[in-house]
């Protein structure tokens, strides 16, 4: 069952998703400063496959979800702060 969130809801929880990022990597940035539409690969924030398996995982931990590292939706659910927040948003059991 997927929850409906407002936007403040979304916000927050993005907001929550990045600082969980910027935790997990050390990263150089505060998390209000990730733009959600900025790839999290390459030119974005430059984010490589290990710092995402680690993203993947606190991600998962925190919300009970089941990432695989063969999916095919990969790409697409870690290609911004938005997707991943989206994807969040609609899998997560806690």
Do not use: C, W
Not at 59 to 72: F, I, M, N, P, T
């Amino acid at each position: 069952m997927t929850e409906k969130y407002t936007p403040t809801e979304e916000a927050a929880l993005q907001l929550e998703i990045a600082e969980l990022m910027v935790q997990a990597l050390n990263l150089d940035v505060s998390a209000a400063e990730i733009q959600p539409d900025e790839p999290l690969y390459g030119n974005g924030l430059g984010l490589d496959s290990i710092d995402i398996l680690e993203v993947a995982l606190v991600v998962s931990k925190r919300y009970g979800l089941q990432l695989k590292a063969d999916s095919e939706d990969n790409h697409r659910i870690f290609g911004s702060l938005r997707s991943l927040t989206e994807y969040v948003a609609a899998h997560k059991t806690r």
